[in-house]
């Protein structure tokens, strides 16, 4: 839409500013790591963090959330509504790619109006990555290092300002009656340009192949040994989906309170991961193996997501191999399948040792 | 979409079930229990054969039950037939005539009984496998003139696990249903075959190419029937069955019911063998 320049002098009266009407999160430092948390001062974020635990998902699609609230009394549930109008600042660009996959999830075929509500009422505020968050992030590989649409604002880190990129209406109105925003001059985008110029070549390819092979090299992976492979590693504790940015199975549980006349009905992040996601009532178990839970979970990070929905089901922002006790990871497990794809000598050699 | 389809996306949520109430409740089985249920101001669920509705309870929570009625008696209510088997069938079946329960749906995608028309039909249902299947077996003899020959091959554990015993007995005195049954263990009341069902296969002639076969029942059963019935030449577009899985919440989200990159709460449960065959967790 259009592009601003701020002062970074202006962070606290913007902060206070957006608070007037709205919740405002962004990263804040926490014990040596970030996470996204309530910001009341300025003095509380850290624009320039390298990655935060869990993903600014959490404002989206919370780990737990009520749907309906009910008595025990036979009178119909309630819908819980609690969405309220918050700005989500400080977001990466990968955790903003993984938003979009999420926004067609929740809203195919049939709306999710939890979800829904929240986004609507959400204005993101994402930042540019001028140098890599951590070792396992691959974000330049995933095609998520930078992003063109889906923000609301879109800020860039020029040293004593911020360039805005102006994304939405919503995001222009955030702006309004701030002293000190101007209009971007040519000599403003020079400085934008030649940041981001600078920045590319900081960030590493951790693929060894084109990101547009991966869908067809899960295809023709299916069968590889190496899911029997990380499956033997794999402890099935959850944390590598608990930690992913386009995550999003649940649970739905019912829970009545102390006066047993009342209760709710709540929905909680689940994962593939774990022995009984695919259980039914008789017992069957339709994945009992680790081997084919983790093999379902890079088939949906690789393949099923963009079958369904056109995006891929990883942006890169290495979490789950951060956050694995066992280092499975999302590069290993690709270049390698890759390998044995491509190198099948060097691969069998590798078999053979493992 | 259904009326009951489009008051549910009218709704607040997807999630908010309406307020249902128990009209009528028969015993069918030693541990299944027939639910007839209505929805308010006498809407129709408006269900396809082989579709489910998501029913809860609340406190206790929320199940899939696949929709054992027919279009075709739907008549303003609609019945699920419930095995005891978990914590919210557990309670259901404490439930009495008059008690309200909640329901979401129908969901899923039934039988194309549409392509079935004209076909002779091959109903295999196992255990309770009868219960989603009784409700295209209905629609089938409601409109009996548009198909050929209907012939049930049904097999249960043991003789108290045949369900839907007084249907049984209209279906085996219809000269125009062949109806063969079986069960794994006799007792001393049990007088016809006893064997799994794959055993009556063999004593099943069919005309391949006008067949259309369905199949309900446990996981474990398929591989067998599936290969009875290739083995028949019955092609793989034309065998259909409906596969179980956690549809935990019913509209493509949860994630819990996928079988590989499809959801079966979305694009089953219905599918025929042809659309599943290449996927790996799917039998």
Same mark, same amino acid.
Request: proline letters at 5%; glycine letters at 8%.
């Given at each position: ?37 309530? @910001?009341?001062? #300025?003095?509380?974020? %850290? ?5 935060? =635990?869990?993903?600014? &998902?959490?404002?989206? +699609? *919370? ?117 000190? @925003?101007?209009? #971007?001059?040519?000599? %403003? ?5 030649? =940041?981001?110029?600078? &920045?590319?070549?900081? +960030? *590493? ?16 992976s299916y069968d590889s040994k190496l899911w029997d492979e990380l499956g033997d590693r794999c402890l099935a ?52 193996k680790r081997a084919a839970r983790q093999r379902?979970r890079f ?25 694995c006790?066992v280092d499975i990871t999302p590069?290993d497990t690709w270049n390698e399948l890759?390998r044995r ?6 691969g069998e050699s590798k078999e053979v040792a493992a | ?283």
């Amino acid at each position: 839409m259009s592009f601003k320049v701020i002062p970074k002098t202006v962070l606290p009266d913007w902060i206070d500013q957006m608070r007037l009407s709205q919740r405002v999160v962004g990263p804040r430092p926490l014990h040596g790591q970030h996470v996204f948390g309530d @910001v009341h001062t #300025a003095a509380e974020i %850290d624009l320039d963090y390298p990655t935060t =635990v869990i993903p600014p &998902k959490k404002y989206l +699609f *919370p780990q737990q959330e009520d749907l309906l609230t009910f008595r025990l009394d036979g009178s119909a549930p309630r819908v819980v509504q609690d969405a309220e109008p918050t700005v989500v600042l400080g977001l990466h660009t990968c955790d903003l790619h993984a938003l979009h996959l999420l926004d067609r999830v929740f809203a195919q075929t049939y709306i999710d109006q939890p979800y829904m509500a929240r986004r609507e009422k959400t204005t993101l505020v994402s930042i540019e990555c001028l140098r890599p968050c951590m070792s396992h992030s691959f974000c330049k590989s995933m095609g998520t290092l930078s992003v063109t649409d889906g923000f609301d604002l879109h800020l860039t880190d020029l040293g004593d300002d911020y360039g805005v990129d102006v994304g939405t209406d919503k995001g222009a109105a955030l702006l309004q009656g701030l002293s000190g @925003v101007r209009d #971007a001059t040519d000599d %403003d985008q020079h400085r934008v340009n030649r =940041v981001m110029t600078e &920045k590319w070549p900081r +960030f *590493p390819l951790r693929l060894e192949f084109d990101v547009t092979e991966l869908p067809s090299l899960m295809s023709v992976s299916y069968d590889s040994k190496l899911w029997d492979e990380l499956g033997d590693r794999c402890l099935a504790c959850a944390m590598c989906t608990n930690v992913c940015p386009t995550c999003y199975c649940f649970n739905v549980a019912d829970e009545v309170d102390l006066t047993l006349s009342a209760g709710k009905r709540y929905r909680v992040w689940d994962s593939c991961q774990l022995d009984k996601f695919a259980t039914v009532a008789d017992g069957h178990n339709f994945r009992a193996k680790r081997a084919a839970r983790q093999r379902h979970r890079f088939l949906r990070k690789g393949k099923y997501q963009t079958d369904a929905f056109g995006l891929l089901g990883c942006v890169g922002c290495g979490r789950c191999a951060q956050a694995c006790l066992v280092d499975i990871t999302p590069v290993d497990t690709w270049n390698e399948l890759y390998r044995r794809r491509h190198r099948p000598a060097s691969g069998e050699s590798k078999e053979v040792a493992a | 979409m259904t009326q009951a389809l489009r008051e549910t996306l009218a709704e607040p949520s997807i999630y908010l079930p309406t307020t249902a109430t128990i009209a009528d409740i028969r015993a069918v089985g030693k541990r299944e229990k027939v639910f007839t249920i209505e929805l308010p101001r006498g809407v129709s669920l408006g269900n396809q054969p082989g579709q489910f509705v998501e029913v809860s309870i609340l406190g206790v929570g929320e199940a899939p039950i696949s929709i054992s009625s027919s279009p075709s008696r739907s008549n303003g209510s609609f019945e699920l037939c419930v095995r005891k088997a978990g914590d919210l069938t557990g309670v259901m079946h404490t439930l009495k005539v008059g008690d309200t329960l909640g329901i979401r749906g129908p969901f899923g995608r039934g039988f194309p009984i549409e392509r079935f028309r004209g076909k002779d039909m091959l109903f295999a249902p196992g255990g309770l496998g009868l219960a989603p299947l009784r409700s295209l077996i209905n629609q089938v003899l409601d409109e009996r003139g548009n198909f050929g020959r209907v012939i049930i091959a049904y097999g249960a554990r043991d003789p108290g696990e045949l369900l839907f015993k007084d249907e049984l007995e209209r279906w085996a005195q219809r000269s125009d249903v062949e109806l063969h049954l079986t069960v794994d263990r006799g007792d001393e009341s049990w007088t016809g075959p006893v064997g799994v069902i794959t055993t009556l296969f063999p004593k099943i002639e069919v005309h391949a190419r006008n067949t259309v076969a369905v199949t309900v029942g446990p996981p474990v059963m398929y591989r067998f029937v599936l290969m009875e019935l290739l083995g028949k030449g019955i092609s793989e577009g034309s065998i259909w069955l409906s596969l179980e899985r956690r549809m935990k919440c019913g509209v493509g989200k949860c994630g819990h019911c996928q079988i590989n990159h499809l959801y079966t709460c979305q694009s089953g449960p219905s599918f025929s063998y042809a659309e599943i065959k290449h996927l790996g967790e799917a039998l």
